[in-house]
């Protein structure tokens, strides 16, 4: 087979002309690696207006084949401890592959002890090097979380444009899915945002250099002027900055979602209000572990992560209670090997419906909270998953709840 050359724009913005030679790359880098996707037996209809509406329809993520992304200006790990020191790359340890496939397939259990359907992604090669006409990375991610790919609003499935390199192609994993639902249910749309260029101008030059090295409230500063990773150059957001309460969605700006995103979801969604909102954190990223609706009336906030009293504000005078979430088990120190989320993913929670929600069986104070509030309370293994990008939120996608569009926020308030 012919090498194949491509001149792409290395980080100082010179061309540079890299060779790959197809005829080396090993046959499981050009076609699809097993297990393929997994896809329930039903009548599907896609329908999901909000968070908590009884669960009828999900997808659950894998762990097969992810990796440690190669490095990318938007990412770059540093973990010298656990083997991937800054530069390197490569599959995640198979024995951490396998204690989140199996809690993975326990959640996919339960979840269908309860009555739900659940569909599982089609693993591709993310060891294998990806290029567009702009640029090449080393490698993809895998397909988990799934949240932060697809956002189902009402009938529609919309895929995120994603502002990772490595996860430029990761709506692959989940077209197998797509299609068959496209096929099954007559009402669905199926849309998809424009496709980025993420070329240098994507994203600020220099940026974690200069964030890592500033004070934390120099840091807060930034995020509250929205100053961070992304530039305004194209649309790009993560399905999982958005939270989803019927008529209202909440989208959070972040390393991964920028303002021209929200913009572009306004126009996409004219029915609909979209607020862009922005909390206290110095690491944004995804919206489901900050501000975590539970039911009608209900949002759990973090603590830690304080919104701002506008927000809250809005929401008492739609007479919804704003609850601080409970201390997590775990903190900095004793988070899984890998792991590039926080102890906050407590708070990452699945509801089953407005009365029952899927929590970490280890988060006990949270539990204790969800009791006194009134919920059922499933609690089960997730810590395992971690590593691989979320908890019980992050690795769902919920197809079919049941219920319509509802206002949960008929009083306007300030800028909301
Ligand atoms: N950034 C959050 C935290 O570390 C985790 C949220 C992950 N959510 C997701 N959909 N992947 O606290």
Not at 181 to 192: G, I, L, P, S, T
Not at 205 to 223: A, C, T
Not at 319 to 348: H, Y
Request: proline share 7%.
């Amino acid at each position: 087979m012919q090498p194949v050359n491509r001149t792409v724009m290395d980080s100082r913005m010179e061309a540079v002309t890299m060779t790959y030679d197809i005829g080396t790359l090993s046959t499981s880098q050009l076609t699809q690696t097993q297990p393929r996707e997994t896809i329930s037996k039903g009548v599907t209809k896609i329908n999901s207006w909000n968070e908590w509406d009884p669960l009828k329809h999900v997808i659950v993520g894998r762990a097969d084949g992810a990796v440690v992304q190669a490095p990318e200006i938007a990412v770059q790990r540093d973990w010298p401890e656990h083997g991937f020191p800054r530069g390197s790359y490569g599959p995640m340890p198979q024995h951490m592959v396998d204690a989140a496939n199996e809690q993975l397939d326990n959640l996919a259990a339960i979840l269908q002890k309860r009555g739900v359907r659940v569909d599982r992604p089609a693993p591709l090669d993310f060891s294998q090097t990806v290029m567009t006409p702009d640029w090449v990375q080393e490698s993809m991610f895998g397909c988990m979380p799934p949240r932060d790919v697809l956002l189902v609003i009402g009938n529609e499935i919309l895929e995120a444009t994603m502002s990772f390199r490595s996860r430029w192609f990761e709506y692959l994993c989940y077209r197998p899915l797509v299609e068959h639902y496209f096929a099954e249910d007559r009402d669905m749309k199926w849309e998809a945002a424009p496709k980025p260029r993420l070329t240098e101008r994507s994203y600020k030059p220099g940026f974690w250099e200069e964030y890592g090295s500033l004070p934390i409230d120099e840091r807060l500063n930034k995020v509250r002027q929205n100053d961070l990773l992304l530039t305004e150059t194209e649309p790009l957001f993560d399905a999982a900055d958005i939270s989803r309460f019927g008529k209202d969605l909440f989208v959070q700006l972040s390393m991964v979602t920028n303002r021209s995103g929200v913009k572009w979801l306004r126009k996409h969604f004219p029915d609909h209000r979209i607020h862009e909102v922005i909390f206290d954190e110095d690491g944004p990223f995804h919206i489901d572990a900050t501000w975590v609706p539970l039911r009608p009336g209900l949002v759990l906030h973090n603590g830690e992560r304080t919104a701002s009293p506008e927000l809250i504000k809005f929401f008492h005078k739609n007479d919804w209670d704003v609850i601080e979430g409970a201390q997590p088990t775990r903190n900095k120190e004793n988070l899984p090997a890998l792991c590039f989320c926080s102890q906050w993913l407590s708070m990452n929670m699945l509801s089953l419906d407005p009365n029952t929600v899927f929590v970490e069986q280890s988060e006990t104070a949270q539990m204790e909270l969800l009791y006194h509030l009134g919920f059922e309370v499933i609690p089960v293994p997730f810590w395992d998953v971690a590593p691989f990008g979320g908890g019980l939120h992050c690795s769902t996608i919920d197809l079919l709840r049941e219920g319509g569009l509802e206002d949960y926020f008929p009083a306007r308030c300030g800028i909301f």
